[in-house]
């Protein structure tokens, strides 16, 4: 396996980033100047630029969106059916871009921690990247960039994000496949006619250097062209083995805006040169009971290297106020490269205990090295029409995708160590040559045509429907050499999906919505891009969601309440199995819960962003007597309490501005075996901002407050440490 940026030990990783490094502070120190001494007022969109973008208009914008404190009202996906997200029968968190940055974060991570009801899932068997679980079931394959798939193995920066929205609950009629617990999408920044210049330079403890930058440039009363930018060099405080180093460019040009039609071009790098963290390995069904620095992985031998690409051409037009078009083109491509090491606890007996007469630690070698490709078209139509005498608000459209995965595995046995002493005591196991387990392709081709409507019964009262159908059909190719001159089984899947939605809204005043939905879902086989012998035939998993639910706007608009109880059940459900790593039936599955959420300005100065869900998740029948005894356990890594609050309050003077808050997780188990158990935790975070003028803003985060030892990410192998206290100051530069 040849590594994307190659490197034999530590020192060499060093010196190969010197230079980005030296381009981080050389470039932090340029934005800290422009900051200190002013911009010229360029005239980005020429001598008209005052006329094409009045000031008064921009800070109405502007000001607006902070009088709303962190609300978002409208959705940003024409296939919801409804101009606001009060009319859709569905409960949506919408993290914006404000909150994003006072707390100063930095991945699509930090954006979800903000979510109640997802729990976060480490790397197992290689596949690293972003894994959560959204109401209690696996949403991997459900992250989506501005409504297209994106789920390819990486962890995704927030660099270029607008806002993220997690729908909740079943949503085939929206996503297509999947969504069992719903989908996560992030919604891209754009070419505006406002001019843009800021960029904001942070640096921290562990080690963490980070410039971000975002110009806007309108070139014409229609045309503005974009580049948001990232650079990052990063440790993991009291993991100072773990790094994260990332480097990303999204250049976007738009014509046509304000126009009927428009037409936007954008592209997304994304590259990650990072040393992974497998954490510790389970000891008497608990994470092991060490110092959280212990590192059990090989520092000059572990490596993720990931490229992203992502090139989108999205037209939009607007036949009228009451009918509009959008077609989205997409192509992604993800290499990933990674030599990670998962701790595993080996017992005197063991053959891979080294010979050892004591109980230790081996080290597991999932190499991989995969390629990933997304070709998608969709088409959304909107159209608000008068038919049989009510008003309808129809939502149509269509998408076809092909998807590839090509996936090498490889196997190095690994050293072990004495105890939970990470001293290796066999270093000459890691120079052993590693062999190749397998070489496996996939192609999968898919398309889907969906049909929703919002039918105004009376004043009060809208009725929704919708349905989805989709063809998902997939080859595996398993290309392994079998010694006997041959390669291993290949498999065919052809799935054909229905999926529907229906719905009941009443609205006794435009401020207040009651709601009663149903929805369904489907996960195929190869929803991950993966067969084998023993799930090739077996038929897509079944989902069902039914929620009752509230949205309230309090306050002029200013503040939003939801609410909602909801109870997801799924039929033939798929597990993992922790010996194997392959999938098995486990029959059904049920999920029930309540969850709120607040959001918005409570009162002058003063916003909030808040949540909590419960989840009462079951194993109800398992898929063989043998694994009976697991009835009635709850499912993987999902924990039955989740919750977060965020205050921000704007102190007397208007300049200083404090925020911060808790978020609680609550117990959960690494399998539906209920074995291995993680502690819940409370973590606190805090930041205090300083505004200098209208352009330039001091901010200090601190994340992890109280330096609690936890555990956020887990898998049915290990977990992983969240990282100890990290404070980190950052300038932010805003003009135009």
């Given amino acids: 396996m040849r590594r994307m940026f190659p490197a034999s030990n530590r020192r060499r990783r060093r010196a190969a980033r010197l230079l980005p490094q030296r381009l981080l502070r050389r470039t932090s120190r340029a934005l800290f100047a422009l900051c200190v001494t002013g911009l010229p007022n360029a005239s980005w969109a020429g001598p008209d630029a005052e006329r094409e973008a009045p000031a008064s208009i921009e800070e109405v914008e502007v000001l607006g969106e902070r009088e709303r404190g962190y609300r978002v009202r409208e959705p940003s996906m024409l296939r919801y059916g409804a101009d606001s997200l009060q009319n859709v029968a569905q409960q949506i968190t919408v993290v914006p871009q404000a909150l994003l940055e006072d707390q100063g974060a930095a991945t699509l991570q930090d954006a979800l921690r903000n979510v109640t009801g997802i729990g976060i899932s480490a790397g197992e068997g290689g596949a690293q990247g972003d894994n959560f679980t959204l109401r209690g079931y696996d949403a991997k394959s459900d992250i989506y960039i501005d409504g297209v798939r994106d789920s390819a193995s990486y962890f995704r920066d927030a660099f270029n994000l607008e806002s993220v929205e997690v729908t909740k609950g079943a949503s085939a009629t929206y996503f297509g496949r999947g969504t069992t617990g719903g989908a996560i999408n992030q919604v891209s920044k754009r070419p505006q006619l406002s001019p843009i210049m800021s960029g904001i330079a942070s640096v921290g403890t562990g080690r963490f250097l980070r410039l971000t930058g975002d110009v806007n440039v309108p070139f014409s009363e229609t045309a503005a062209a974009r580049v948001n930018f990232m650079l990052q060099d990063a440790e993991v405080v009291d993991r100072d083995e773990i790094e994260s180093n990332r480097r990303g460019l999204a250049p976007s040009i738009a014509f046509g805006i304000g126009t009927t039609t428009q037409l936007t071009l954008s592209y997304l790098y994304l590259e990650e040169d990072n040393i992974p963290d497998y954490g510790l390995p389970y000891v008497d069904e608990r994470p092991a009971n060490v110092p959280r620095d212990t590192f059990f992985g090989l520092e000059d031998e572990d490596f993720e290297q990931t490229r992203v690409n992502v090139a989108t051409l999205r037209l939009d037009h607007a036949f009228s106020d009451r009918v509009k078009l959008r077609n989205t083109t997409r192509f992604s491509h993800v290499n990933r490269e990674a030599a990670p090491t998962a701790p595993r606890l080996c017992l005197v007996g063991d053959d891979r205990c080294a010979g050892s007469s004591q109980d230790g630690v081996r080290r597991n070698r999932p190499e991989r090295d995969g390629q990933e490709s997304i070709f998608s078209n969709q088409t959304d139509l909107l159209a608000e029409l008068e038919l049989g005498g009510f008003e309808h608000s129809i939502a149509t459209g269509f998408e076809v995708s092909r998807e590839t995965n090509d996936l090498e595995r490889f196997s190095n046995p690994g050293p072990f160590s004495i105890g939970l002493d990470p001293t290796v005591i066999d270093p000459a196991v890691m120079r052993a040559p590693r062999e190749r387990t397998s070489k496996t392709s996939t192609r999968a081709s898919s398309y889907g045509i969906y049909l929703t409507d919002r039918v105004r019964l009376s004043e009060a009262f809208d009725l929704v429907a919708g349905v989805r159908w989709d063809s998902f059909d997939t080859r595996f190719d398993d290309r392994t050499p079998t010694g006997l001159g041959d390669t291993g089984p290949d498999f065919d899947r052809k799935d054909r999906l229905l999926g529907l939605r229906a719905g009941l809204l009443f609205h006794p005043t435009p401020e207040q919505t009651y709601y009663v939905s149903y929805g369904t879902s489907a996960n195929p086989s190869a ?210």
């Fill in 527 to 736: 929803q991950a891009l993966q067969l084998r012998e023993r799930d090739a035939g077996t038929d897509p998993e079944e989902n069902r969601t039914l929620e009752l639910g509230t949205k309230l706007e309090l306050r002029g608009g200013a503040l939003s309440v939801q609410a909602a109880v909801f109870q997801i059940d799924k039929t033939d459900a798929r597990e993992t199995d922790e010996a194997s790593g392959l999938q098995f039936l486990s029959g059904s599955q049920r999920v029930r819960g309540f969850e709120l959420g607040v959001a918005g300005r409570v009162i002058e100065g003063w916003s909030l962003f808040a949540g909590y869900t419960f989840l009462d998740t079951e194993l109800r029948t398992a898929a063989t007597s043998t694994d009976s005894d697991r009835d009635g356990n709850e499912l993987s890594r999902t924990p039955r309490h989740t919750a977060t609050l965020w205050n921000s309050f704007t102190l007397p003077g208007g300049r200083f501005q404090l925020g911060g808050g808790p978020t609680y997780v609550s117990h959960r188990f690494s399998s539906t075996a209920n074995t291995n158990e993680i502690d819940g935790f409370v973590r606190w975070d805090a930041a205090l901002s300083y505004e200098f003028d209208e352009s330039l803003t001091f901010r200090l985060n601190a994340r992890n407050l109280a330096d609690r030892e936890y555990f956020e990410e887990t898998s049915g192998g290990h977990a992983v440490p969240a990282a100890g206290r990290t404070l980190i100051l950052s300038v932010q530069y805003t003009g135009s």
